[in-house]
């Protein structure tokens, strides 16, 4: 197992994310880890140390005055008897005393006590996350080596909140702490990649544009898993409201052309997945100004013409990536399109979805995808855009390793 003979150190501070730590523990240990629990005051009022212990199979340490956890100075053991301190979640208040050095709790102590990896899987309202005080403070625990997840963007605790403030998903965590602790696990080592995520925008005039509903979920958990597995990847992504991966260059545009443009600057590449949902077209000429609608009269034309094939401009291209991966979301016919996308373009496998409106794919978190390739199909049955993309990373190292 990925996480065998490993000692994680998990603090657990005091955010309503504390919850999804049950079931972190349940995944680090499933990959065999041993999991040491602290607490601190506040995350008690979330949940309870019984439930941690329970998960863990370990006692939950929760004071720093506690006369049989300190008698041979048990913060000092805690802080060095690990492989890896995790914290999560990582709220606003526990970052502060980091950056600036203060151990007044058990938790703060471990942490400026130890000269293990930290891991900060962050979460917090977004207006906090975004507060400067916060993100001088982030700069500061960057600066000093600490490692981040997330957070991630989506709906908050408090009603009619949204933006980036969740902690990440417990898979997404084990897989950031793997990456930290299993550095041999990484069959893409010295290989480079180019990632293609989100939607691109065609404008109609300064305020109107051609698009479509991809928020970049699945592109970017790709360029993440293949990081994870050693890669030196390029993100190229259009307009999205997520935040951009750790670990990689991310190259920001807005149209085809743009895309284009970016993904033939990086070449040549060993690996290409082109996963944008690129507009098919774009208006011919875009107008200078807002296009006002005239009273009794009917709507403006829109001469249209076709945005340039990024996926198969690189499947047929001089210096053709040495595995080059496409995507097909479909409403219909979603593997006799994804064949006939497999040939055309030019690729090596075709990622086939159905993003049909009551599926949910589009905007959403699950995907249920078909591989398509020229040994057959494969198809997977309905998983989180973060498993998808950590299964379609593992089976490109095993393509090129082959």
Not at 127 to 138: E, F, G, Q, Y
Not at 155 to 182: C, H, K, W, Y
Not at 278 to 290: F, G, I, L
Not at 380 to 387: G, H
């Amino acid at each position: 197992m990925e996480l065998s003979g490993k000692r994680i150190l998990l603090i657990i501070s005091g955010g309503i994310a504390a919850y999804k730590s049950l079931d972190l523990i349940r995944r680090l240990r499933e990959r065999g880890a041993e999991v040491r629990p602290v607490m601190t005051k506040s995350a008690q009022e979330f949940i309870t140390p019984l439930a941690v212990g329970a998960l863990s199979s370990d006692h939950v340490y929760t004071e720093l005055f506690s006369r049989e956890d300190e008698q041979d100075v048990g913060h000092i053991r805690l802080a060095r008897d690990c492989d890896l301190v995790l914290v999560a979640p990582a709220t606003a208040n526990l970052m502060a005393k980091m950056a600036h050095g203060i151990a007044d709790d058990l938790a703060s102590t471990v942490l400026l006590a130890t000269d293990r990896p930290v891991l900060l899987a962050a979460a917090m309202n977004p207006k906090m996350w975004d507060a400067a005080p916060t993100r001088r403070n982030i700069e500061t625990l960057r600066t000093d080596g600490i490692s981040f997840i997330g957070p991630m963007a989506g709906e908050m605790a408090e009603s009619n909140e949204a933006g980036v403030g969740r902690m990440a998903e417990p898979l997404q965590i084990t897989a950031a702490v793997i990456e930290i602790l299993d550095a041999g696990a990484r069959p893409l080592e010295g290989r480079t990649a180019i990632v293609t995520s989100g939607p691109t925008h065609e404008p109609i005039d300064p305020v109107r544009y051609i698009a479509n509903r991809s928020s970049g979920r699945q592109g970017h958990a790709i360029a993440a898993a293949l990081a994870r597995l050693g890669a030196k990847v390029t993100l190229v992504s259009g307009p999205v409201t997520i935040p951009d991966p750790s670990g990689m260059t991310t190259l920001h545009v807005e149209t085809a052309s743009e895309m284009l443009e970016a993904v033939t600057s990086q070449l040549p590449t060993d690996i290409a997945v082109m996963v944008a949902a690129v507009a098919d077209w774009r208006v011919v000429t875009s107008a200078d100004q807002k296009i006002k609608k005239q009273p009794g009269e009917a709507p403006a034309a829109l001469q249209l013409t076709e945005n340039p094939d990024i996926l198969k401009t690189i499947g047929h291209h001089a210096q053709r990536p040495q595995l080059v991966v496409g995507f097909a979301a479909e409403t219909q016919n979603v593997e006799a399109y994804g064949r006939a996308k497999l040939e055309r373009k030019g690729a090596d496998m075709i990622v086939a979805n159905d993003v049909s409106p009551e599926t949910g794919v589009m905007g959403g978190n699950r995907n249920r995808v078909k591989i398509i390739s020229a040994q057959g199909i494969d198809e997977w049955p309905d998983l989180s855009k973060e498993e998808v993309a950590e299964r379609l990373a593992a089976l490109i190292a095993s393509k090129l390793s082959g």
